[in-house]
Nanobody, 116 residues
Framework: QVQLVESGGGLVQPGGSLRLSCAASGFTLDYYAIGWFRQAPGKEREGVSCISSNGGSIKYADSVKGRFTISRDNAKKMVYLQMNSLKPEDTAVYYC?????????WGQGTQVTVSS
């Protein structure tokens, strides 16, 4: 059974940091690019970052460039999103995602709240 499970969210003050984790199971992580998305209340889901299967290609949304870092450990079947210098506008539910054979797979999401 294909599964993505996010963790690491929470409440943090502006300027703080969080590290999100995405645990993959039921498929061979090594073969797939993985993306992080987020959805804030009342807004559409948006792409935050993505990383290729071997980590050689990485992209970031302009809004998080220089503050967020995506990484992966295929041996541990994990993908990470290090988030620094967090802003209130980063508040959202964060999801990891991949696509296989025309099917989209999403985790259940982890809530990130940036507030003083």
């Amino acid at each position: 059974q294909v599964q993505l499970v996010e963790s690491g969210g929470g409440l943090v003050q502006p300027g703080g940091s969080l590290r999100l984790s995405c645990a993959a199971s039921g498929f061979t992580l090594d073969y797939y690019a993985i993306g992080w998305f987020r959805q804030a209340p009342g807004k559409e889901r948006e792409g935050v970052s993505c990383i290729s299967s071997n980590g050689g290609s990485i992209k970031y949304a302009d809004s998080v460039k220089g503050r967020f870092t995506i990484s992966r450990d295929n041996a541990k079947k994990m993908v990470y999103l290090q988030m620094n210098s967090l802003k209130p506008e980063d508040t959202a539910v964060y999801y990891c995602y991949f696509r296989r054979g025309g099917n989209d797979y999403w985790g259940q999401g982890t809530q990130v709240t940036v507030s003083s």
